[in-house]
């Protein structure tokens, strides 16, 4: 040391300097470390301290000197933390150690000291320390240690590839999920667990939106170990360094294989009919768009046979319900048989069926296969000791003779079916001159239905909504009514299917919502505030101009918030554009106003509708909940609305409660809001606030 300052004293002479600077520069040099430095004496008093360790410890320097600052770390460590100075002061041995440091009374930091002795010229023993603080680096490892926990706990399957996709890393939940190893695994490639059943482009676009997005996200069918394909939920992500460069890929997997059997027994229950297995509407509807576009391009007919069962409501009522349904069950497979392959026949309603009759040359062939149907149908049918026999009465229309939609062909042919029956039944009827003089009525009444809204002379009338559990009243839907001056109340299924489509149609719906809000502002005034649910049409709904039509409605009446306002889609009704539909739906939600689905379960795509609209609330429809208590099949088809609506967090209300038993049935499958006669029939505006003064809900609804 002696030298090394002789060196440095010469070093300053010939700069022209003082010796005496030595000491300002080597305090300059000792102050400007940015590691704490201190020196203690042999009773472990600091002596000497840099400003760095000032810094770290928020003292200033008349605070420190003379101290141990023992009282700088926790309690429990102080011991230990006097008794390692000692022993580095005694021994003279080099000790680096780890240390929590508090300030202020709380632990802020962990810092690393290493302690050595040096003796002076007297033999005086020093303790000398420099401290790195590791606070950052601790926090590193333990953010390292909880993410380690993370891959290790999480319920996913986590792969970690390197930049080549050579899997490097994977967790339990990934050998649970595939059966594979960890160590089976390391080093392979993710292909090892393709199934086949997606093709190369498949993969091929899922790399290019990784490369391009940084991830991608999806269902993807895999492979286990065992060979089972299974499906999974798929995330795969690119983690890229600094400069941008992928480092790394990482997919998170859920099997999802119980949420697609349980999807599976959904699907069969929203496609096909539960009594005979055959398919349902829902079906029917997209078999019959299928027929249509193939007869276009084989330049084939088709024919729609709306078929209704003659006689059986007699035996069904006479009987009952159990000898009925074994009756339908054995007629609709003996018109199955009936039929030809590629033909479908559904189930529509509880004695009505649906057959479509493809590629057909010429009209002799539909005719052949209709004969069969009525022979298959009026043949006995023995059920135990009873010996029954029914018939059929049946409608055809042609395609594309016919030359209008899925949903027309089948009222066409509906139609056909009620001449036929009139005709005698147990034969079939053409559809042919029908359409025309429907036509002409239709137009007729269009222009009556124009002259009433100018006329002032509809009205609106209110069913409420309530949850039976809490007995509260939830709401009021609102149902037009045509007060004519000579047939009365006309009830809307004498009108609204005649203006579908026409532009008095939209202007009906704009008075009912604009009706339903003024409506709203009434109540207020005597006390009642509730939310008000109007029904709206897939036409109405599927205009370009529908938000800003609503929108301006909500504006001509302010004193209404928007979620007041409710909008039921009838299911019944076909959304050509379920995407445009949706992006309309969400405008609205903007808004404020909230959507319901009507009549669930009776239309074209229950489940399509479920999952891409975005509708709060469904609705059982009432033909379902009416026969749930005497029918199974109908109490199958509630359980599993309310059931899927819960897979995919909707609310439920069942339409057309009845009765307290209906209520009952209905709260033990989990639904609790309800309407129908058993709790109110819509009612004139005038009379709700004294049937919400006497509302009470049945005591054996209120558990």
């Known amino acids: 040391m002696k ?58 320097r008349k605070d420190i000197i003379g101290k141990t600052l023992a009282e700088k770390v926790p309690p429990e460590e102080r011991d230990h933390f006097l008794s390692i100075d000692r022993e580095v002061l005694s021994k003279g041995k080099e000790i680096l150690c780890e240390e929590t440091l508090t300030t202020s009374g709380v632990q802020t930091k962990t810092i690393l000291t290493r302690k050595n002795r040096f003796v002076d010229s007297n033999g005086n023993y020093f303790l000398v320390g420099i401290i790195h603080d590791i606070t950052p680096r601790k926090q590193i490892e333990e953010r390292l240690k909880r993410a380690a926990s993370v891959v290790s706990h999480a319920h996913e399957g986590i792969m970690i590839t390197d930049s080549t996709a050579t899997i490097i890393e994977v967790n339990q939940s990934f050998s649970r999920i595939t059966g594979y190893a960890e160590e089976e695994v390391l080093g392979q490639n993710p292909r090892i667990l393709q199934s086949g059943r997606q093709s190369a482009e498949f993969y091929g676009e899922m790399w290019r939106t990784i490369l391009a997005k940084g991830y991608w996200r999806g269902e993807i069918w895999n492979r286990r170990k065992n060979g089972e394909v299974y499906p999974e939920m798929l995330t795969i992500s690119a983690v890229k360094n600094t400069n941008g460069q992928v480092q790394h890929y990482i997919s998170l997997s859920t099997d999802i294989t119980p949420m697609k059997a349980y999807q599976g027994r959904l699907e069969r229950i929203a496609h096909f009919d539960p009594l005979t297995n055959l398919p349902n509407r829902v079906l029917l509807a997209d078999r019959l768009s299928q027929a249509m576009v193939q007869c276009q391009r084989r330049q084939l007919s088709l024919a729609v046979a709306f078929m209704d069962l003659d006689g059986f409501k007699t035996i069904n ?97 509906d139609q056909a079916m009620y001449v036929a029956k009139q005709a005698g039944k147990n034969r079939f009827h053409l559809f042919d001159t029908a359409q025309d003089t429907a036509f ?36 009021v839907e609102a149902l037009i009514r045509w007060q004519h001056p000579i047939n009365g109340l006309v009830p809307p299924i004498e009108f609204l299917p005649v203006i579908e489509g026409h532009l008095i149609s939209l202007k ?196």
């Open 508 to 703: 009906l719906g704009e008075w009912v919502i604009d009706t339903a809000l003024q409506q709203i502002i009434k109540w207020r005034s005597v006390g009642v505030d509730l939310p008000i649910s109007v029904n709206i049409s897939a036409y109405q709904l599927q205009q370009n101009n529908f938000t800003a039509q609503l929108a301006a409605i909500l504006a001509l009446n302010p004193e209404v918030n928007p979620n007041c306002l409710e909008l039921e889609i009838l299911e019944t009704t076909a959304l050509h554009d379920t995407c445009q539909v949706s992006t309309t739906m969400n405008a609205c939600h903007d808004l404020g106003v909230r959507f319901a689905i009507d009549d669930f379960g009776t239309g074209y795509s229950s489940l399509t509708y479920l999952k891409r609209l975005p509708a709060y609330l469904i609705k059982i429809d009432q033909s379902f909940v009416r026969d749930m208590l005497q029918d199974d099949d109908d109490l199958a088809i509630v359980e599993g609305v309310v059931g899927l609506t819960k897979a995919f967090q909707r609310k439920v209300i069942a339409e057309g409660v009845e009765s307290i038993e209906h209520g009952v049935a209905l709260l033990k499958l989990g639904c609790e809001l309800a309407q129908g006669y058993g709790i109110a029939r819509p009612m004139p505006a005038a009379d709700l606030p004294e049937w919400l003064a006497n509302w009470k809900a049945d005591d054996s609804w209120l558990i």
């Open 317 to 413: 009522d006479s009987l009952g319900h159990n000898v009925g349904d074994k009756l339908l069950i054995t007629v609709s497979q003996r018109m199955k048989e009936a039929l030809r392959e590629g033909d479908t026949l559904a189930r529509i309603g509880g004695d009505e069926f649906i057959a479509v009759m493809v590629d057909l040359e010429k009209i002799e062939d539909g005719e052949l296969v209709l004969k069969r149907l009525l022979k298959a149908v009026s043949e006995p049918v023995s059920v135990g000791d009873a010996v029954m026999q029914v018939s059929a009465s049946i409608g055809v229309t042609l395609y594309p003779q016919d030359g209008v939609d899925a949903d027309q062909l089948m009222r066409h042919a």
């Open 440 to 475: 002409k009525t239709q137009l007729e009444s269009i222009e009556n239905v124009s002259l009433a809204l100018a006329k002032g002379e509809f009205v609106l009338h209110f069913q409420p909504k309530v949850n039976m559990r809490t007995g509260t009243v939830v709401g």
């Open 3 to 60: 030298s090394e300052l002789d060196n440095a004293k010469t070093h300053l002479n010939k700069l022209g300097q003082s010796p005496d600077d030595i000491e300002m520069y080597l305090k300059a040099v000792f102050n400007d470390i940015g590691d704490p430095i201190f020196v203690k004496d042999h009773e472990c008093r600091l002596i000497i301290v840099n400003d760095a360790f000032c810094s770290i410890f928020g003292l200033p």
